[in-house]
């Protein structure tokens, strides 16, 4: 008789743990697709401005030209 109140007990105690634990497997997964999203938007977004900080490097590279040029032309 002791075994099988055991035996009930570790039913119950799977019963009420294992509800939980499968919720918190579902929203582990996912959160790890939401993450995985985010994290090749970021990863977009760093080219983006990586390619926009070289745009800004070679127009000041040619308004400083251009300001030379005209300096010259003063002269």
């Known amino acids: 008789?002791?075994?099988?109140?055991?035996?009930?007990?570790?039913?119950?105690?799977?019963?009420?743990?294992?509800?939980?634990?499968?919720?918190?497997?579902?929203?582990?997964?996912?959160?790890?697709?939401?993450?995985?999203s985010l994290e090749g938007i970021i990863r977009e977004l760093h080219s983006e401005l990586v390619e926009k900080e070289e745009l800004e490097r070679k127009i000041d590279q040619y308004v400083r030209v251009l300001d030379s040029e005209r300096e010259l032309k003063k002269r």
Do not use: D, H, T
């Not at 634990?21 to 997964?29: D, H, N, Q």
């Open 1 to 36: 008789m002791n075994q099988a109140n055991e035996w009930l007990n570790i039913v119950n105690l799977l019963g009420n743990v294992g509800f939980p634990i499968v919720i918190a497997g579902y929203l582990l997964v996912q959160f790890e697709k939401r993450i995985q």
